[in-house]
Every structure is written in structure tokens, then in C-alpha cells.
């Protein structure tokens, strides 16, 4: 699943440790998300969502 | 290429440059260690066999490591630097409490490992009162690594119980594979049959060889 986290998060002028400590998760959490080494949960998705004001579905993208 | 893939692409090489440092330092002492272990032989003393050597090569690894992560974990600043290179700011304290609490755990895995070898060693043959006090020692840490552990599952985020399980789940079915084959292999006189505390050290380092390897692949040692 691809994501545009990173795009956002830059946009902010955020770093991943800010994301990180928004989101209430690792750093290193947040890297993994970014680097497309892992897919968010459901209810962290929605928190991510909620956090960039924007839908899912434009956060994160199907690649199939 | 953006500031934040050069960024990551120079710390990247500086993980792999600081690994082949602490790599080069540390062989040294993994050799001395070894002959230390060797000179056991030439003395005498104790004749290990392999899964005692392995055993007790692991318990020190492990008792290093986490002797490693409670050193860094007594900075604020370093232990930041280690979670957040690209910031500057100093762990929590709460962050501090859980890596410490990593390093419990792991100091306390190389206790236990290496204690029925230095134990059996010591004593030859171990005297019923020494090996029960020792068996009541390895149940209570035991136990407390338990509930370490438990706390340390309890409070770790989605990323880390994930990497968790899949540890859990490649172990079991990679070690309990393994078993069969090798029980069957003992039952039809193919192999040599296996004790309990032979396959002990097999299974802690195959575990430690697949955290490992899920740790990467799912980006937890960036």
C-alpha cells in the first residue's frame, strides 16, 4: 500500500518524531509507514486521517 | 532526490559504517571469549559439549546486549540520539523506563542461560540442594521475565507487537517443523536423539537469528 505520509508530514515542517509523538506511536513507526515496510491498523489509519484532516483514501492509495 | 531521502541514504550508510566499527571492536573480544572458553578444554576443568558452548555463548551475548541497552538508557540525551537521530531532543522518561525494561528482559535471558551450564560445571554432579536452590532461582526469574515481558507487550505500539508476533509465529512453525523431523529422524535411528536442553540453545538462537531478521525487514532498526 502506498502512502503520501511523508508528503504531508513535510508539508507541515514536521519530523517523524513529532508525527511519531502525535500519533502516540514509535519513531520508528512512523519510518516503517513511510518506507511502505508496513500498513497502519484500521484505527491508527483513521487517526492519521483525523490528524491531516484529509480522507483515507487519500492518504493512503490500493496498489492492486 | 529530496533532503529526505539524502538524509536517509547518509544515515543509513552511517548505520553500516558504525556496525562495521562496533563489528571490528567487538571481534576481539569474541575471540578472547572463545579461548577462554577453549581453555577450559586444555585444562580439563570442563568439557563442554555443543549445547553448553552454545548456550553460554549465548547467555553472554545476550547479557551484553542488554547490559548495552540499560548503558545507553542511563543518558536521556544518548538514548535519544539512538531513537531519533535526526532530532536533538532527550528521551522521555517513559521511553527510558521501556528500553530499560528491554534490558532487564534480555540481561535476565542471559542469566538463565547461562546458569544450568555454569552450575553443571561447578558441580560435578550437582548436589540435590544446590540444583533445587539454583531450579527456585531460574522459576523466579523466569517468572519476572514474564511479567516483564508481558509489560513490555502491554506497552509497545502496533509496529512492535506486529514484529512480535511474526517472531512468535515464524518460530513456531519453523522450530516445531524442525522437531518433528529431527524426533523422527532419532526414532528411526537416522539421528542422534536430542535432549531437552540441547534443542534449548537451537531454539533461542534461531529465535534470536528471526527477531532479528523481522526487525529489519519491518524497519524497526532504522
Known amino acids: 500500500m502506498k502512502n503520501r505520509l511523508k508528503v ?28 511502505g515496510k508496513y500498513d497502519p491498523s484500521l484505527p491508527l489509519a483513521f487517526k492519521i486521517a483525523r490528524l491531516f484532516g484529509q480522507p483515507i483514501e487519500t492518504i493512503f492509495q490500493d496498489e492492486a | 532526490m529530496t533532503l529526505v531521502s539524502q538524509f536517509s541514504k547518509a544515515y543509513q550508510s ?8 562496533y563489528g571490528i571492536a567487538g571481534a576481539p573480544f569474541g575471540y578472547l571469549f572463545g579461548r577462554w572458553l577453549g581453555s577450559f578444554k586444555d585444562f580439563g576443568e570442563w568439557n563442554p559439549t555443543w549445547p553448553d558452548m552454545m548456550a553460554a555463548l549465548l547467555g553472554v551475548f545476550m547479557f551484553g546486549l542488554g547490559l548495552g ?49 555454569a552450575i553443571s560445571t561447578a558441580f560435578d554432579p550437582v548436589p540435590t540442594l544446590v540444583g533445587s536452590a539454583a531450579m527456585i532461582g531460574l522459576i523466579a526469574l523466569f517468572l519476572l521475565q514474564t511479567a516483564m515481558n508481558i509489560s513490555v507487550w502491554m506497552r509497545s505500539d502496533e509496529l512492535l507487537r506486529q514484529a512480535m508476533i511474526e ?17 523422527a529422524g532419532g526414532k528411526l535411528g537416522l539421528l542422534p ?24 525487514r519491518r524497519g524497526l532498526a532504522a
Not at chain 2, 531513537?83 to 535471558?109: C, I, M, S, W
Not at chain 2, 517472531?167 to 524426533?183: E, H, T
Open chain 1, 8 to 35: 504531508l508530514r513535510a508539508e507541515r515542517d514536521w519530523s517523524q518524531a513529532d508525527l511519531a509523538e502525535a500519533l502516540q506511536v514509535s519513531r520508528q513507526t512512523i519510518n516503517a509507514l513511510e518506507t
Open chain 2, 167 to 183: 517472531v512468535g509465529a515464524l518460530c513456531f512453525v519453523i522450530l516445531q517443523g524442525a522437531m518433528f523431523l529431527w524426533a
Open chain 2, 69 to 117: 541497552v540499560l548503558a545507553v538508557c542511563a543518558s536521556r540525551k544518548a538514548l535519544g540520539r539512538q531513537l531519533d537521530p535526526e532530532g536533538r531532543r532527550p528521551a522521555t522518561k517513559a521511553q527510558v523506563f521501556f528500553y530499560a525494561q528491554n534490558g532487564v528482559v534480555l540481561l535476565l535471558a542471559g542469566v538463565m542461560m547461562v546458569a544450568p551450564v
Open chain 2, 193 to 216: 536423539v536430542m535432549t531437552l536442553w540441547d534443542a534449548v540453545p537451537v531454539m533461542m538462537g534461531m529465535y534470536l537469528l528471526i527477531a532479528f531478521a523481522v526487525t529489519w
Open chain 2, 14 to 21: 552511517n548505520r553500516l559504517v558504525r556496525g562495521l566499527v
